[in-house]
């Protein structure tokens, strides 16, 4: 998976409960992306990041924060969980704009109850 | 929205055939991709093609390009029950200032032996 970690792999929790998932990526590209894997929508783009505590909304950011301190994390915050967040979250980077190859990492199941 | 749709949503066919998807898309690009995901997997990319090229190749893939026509096709010849995946077209553009790379819902596609 190109050298990127998600953790943690599987979580559940209940509404209303702060969440944080997390990316680690060790090959220094600058752009990368949280997206949510709904069965009947694809891929949706949370949010992203061009460089260190630059970070931008994507297609579904309501309910979702990020941070970004190093070049290798990205941190994606569900400030309280909701039922309707129960997804499948993938991190991708991108060494170039977000025009061209994204590498995926493996992919966290988050279940809220 | 720019979002590529697939079709079929579902391809079911016999070891040795010739499996294709087809992707439409709404707006102007810059380039379109194709990824593979695997289940329980991250997506992994195959090919992409410039908004300027009209069919590229990799091993078994085949992919056109009909910019007129905004739609895509990715033709995998002689296929394995490897192949067995879903597969998703990505659109490459211009989404309120920045590239970003929209997905379609994909293909799940299964190879029979």
């Known amino acids: 998976d190109a050298g990127i970690t998600q953790s943690p792999r599987h979580k559940v929790t209940e509404t209303g409960t702060p969440v944080t998932l997390r990316c680690h990526q060790t090959e220094n590209h600058r752009y990368m992306y949280w997206y949510r894997q709904d069965p009947g929508h694809g891929l949706r783009l949370i949010h992203y990041?061009?460089?260190?505590?630059?970070?931008d909304k994507g297609e579904v950011s309501d309910g979702y924060s990020v941070s970004r301190s190093k070049t290798e994390d990205f941190l994606l915050t569900l400030e309280s969980a909701t039922s309707s967040q129960t997804s499948v979250y993938f991190c991708?980077?991108?060494?170039?704009?977000?025009?061209?190859?994204?590498?995926f990492g493996p992919g966290t199941r988050l279940t809220v109850l | 929205s720019q979002q590529g749709e697939e079709d079929p949503q579902a391809l079911s066919i016999q070891e040795g055939e010739n499996a294709t998807m087809n992707c439409s898309y709404k707006?102007?690009?810059?380039?379109l991709q194709w990824y593979r995901q695997n289940s329980g997997r991250g997506l992994v990319h195959l090919i992409l093609?410039?908004?300027?090229?009209r069919e590229k190749h990799s091993g078994r893939l085949r992919v056109t390009l009909d910019t007129s026509k905004k739609s895509s096709s990715l033709l995998i010849t002689a296929s394995r029950a490897a192949d067995t995946a879903s597969y998703f077209c990505a659109t490459a553009g211009l989404i309120q200032g920045a590239q970003k790379l929209v997905f379609g819902q994909g293909t799940r596609l299964t190879i029979n032996p």
């Open positions: 707006t102007s690009i810059n380039n």
């Open positions: 990041s061009y460089g260190v505590k630059d970070t």
């Open positions: 991708a980077i991108s060494d170039l704009a977000g025009v061209y190859t994204q590498y």
């Open positions: 093609i410039r908004s300027n090229e």
